[in-house]
Structures are given as structure tokens and as C-alpha cells.
């Protein structure tokens, strides 16, 4: 079994859809857990962090599920500049493990 | 500005040359790594340092070799006993290795002929 593993997609929404990323990981002592953002030929940049009590940012939602071993994270209101590559990420002792990301188009 | 810089940018090769990427960060952090990112692969570790003189191997590590001499550089060669260096190469950098977020430099893509 992989460490971190991810639907790769394409989802493919409508501006102003809901659209629901999942992630499941592996390693049960995993403490940190991560969305990053990653646009085509692009280093990944940060999104947002995962608390064990979910957080929320605008209209990004990220929350942990400890006992089944996953995160998600929630995208309200698709807008166009969403379109990118979503990689989520946990921590394996001393690195942060990826998974393989999620493609997703929001078209007009 | 802070960041990580990574340079080159964009790197030719021939094959059997060794070839050295370069990675500085003034975040005054103490761990750094490096990735590799191939189309449908996600991002693989290749090698980590959580202090200045010490590195560990990650997942990947045949036909690469680094150094941590100095707390803001963490160069990568990859060598001429990778069998297919043809990638995308990402450096990072997090406060405290282990459990903080990673911040990355914009990446070197290197292609083999």
C-alpha cells in the first residue's frame, strides 16, 4: 500500500461548484498533514495546513480524519484560477510524504 | 525577500556528464531537501538534512550524492549512475525538520540527451 495516495482525477467542474478532494495515508503516527497547490510546471506552494479540529480559509475547508486515515479538502464557489493540481501531504518521520495529486478544471 | 532560490532554472545534459543543481535559502531554517517530480509520479524524496554537516538518504537516492556544508545551501549532483535523471528537481527548506511545512524554490528541470 502506498503511503499517500489520491484520485488523481481530472475533476472537472463548473465555475461555482462544490467540488471535494480526498486523501488517504498510511501511517497511523503521521502528525502534520498539508494541501498544497501545484499549477503546471510549477513548484507546489503551501494551501493550507490540516488541524485535527478542521480549518477553514475563505473558501477552502480542510479536515482530518484520524480513525479512517484520511483529509479532505472542500472547494466552495470554483472560480477559474482554481484550476491546478491538488497534492496532499503528511508527515513520515523526518519528510513530508506526497501523494501523487488531484488535477482539477473549473471551465466557465 | 526570504525563499529558497534554486539555479539552474532550465539544464541540458549529455549523458554520463555529472551535473550539480543548485540550492540556497536565507529563511534561516534548519532542514532542506530535495524531490524529484515525475509526469503522474507525484513528488519522491531523494535526500533530506536536518542540520548543517548531516544528511540522510530518502527514498530515491542511487545516482545522486549532496553536502550540507553551510546552513544555506544544500546542492545536488546528480551523478552519472542515475539511470534516468531526466526530471523535475524541487529543493525545500522547513523551520525544524519533521513535522513543518515545506517551502520550495521554483525547481530545476533538467533533461538528459
Known amino acids: 500500500r502506498k503511503e499517500v495516495e489520491q484520485d488523481p482525477g481530472p475533476f472537472n467542474v463548473p465555475e461555482g461548484a462544490t467540488v471535494a478532494f480526498n486523501c488517504t495515508y498510511s501511517n497511523s503516527a503521521s502528525q502534520s498533514f498539508f494541501w498544497y497547490r501545484q499549477d503546471c510546471r510549477k513548484e507546489p506552494k503551501l494551501l493550507m495546513s490540516v488541524y485535527s479540529s478542521g480549518n477553514e480559509d475563505g473558501r477552502f475547508t480542510a479536515q482530518l480524519n484520524r480513525a479512517s486515515q484520511y483529509i479532505s479538502l472542500l472547494i466552495r464557489d470554483s472560480k477559474l484560477s482554481d484550476s491546478a493540481t491538488y497534492l496532499c501531504a503528511v508527515n513520515s518521520g523526518y519528510a513530508l510524504n506526497f501523494g501523487k495529486g488531484t488535477s482539477l478544471l473549473v471551465t466557465p | ?113
Open chain 2, 1 to 113: 525577500d526570504g525563499g529558497i532560490t534554486q539555479s539552474p532554472k532550465y539544464l541540458f545534459r549529455k549523458e554520463g556528464q555529472n551535473v550539480t543543481l543548485s540550492c540556497e535559502q536565507n529563511l534561516n531554517h534548519d532542514a532542506m531537501y530535495w524531490y524529484r517530480q515525475d509526469p503522474g509520479q507525484g513528488l519522491r524524496l531523494i535526500y533530506y538534512s536536518q542540520i548543517v554537516n548531516d544528511f540522510q538518504k530518502g527514498d530515491i537516492a542511487e545516482g545522486y550524492s549532496v553536502s550540507r556544508e553551510k546552513k544555506e545551501s544544500f546542492p545536488l549532483t546528480v551523478t552519472s549512475a542515475q539511470k534516468n535523471p531526466t526530471a523535475f528537481y524541487l529543493c525545500a527548506s522547513s523551520l525544524t525538520g519533521g513535522t513543518g511545512e515545506l517551502f520550495f524554490g521554483e525547481g530545476s528541470r533538467l533533461t538528459v540527451l
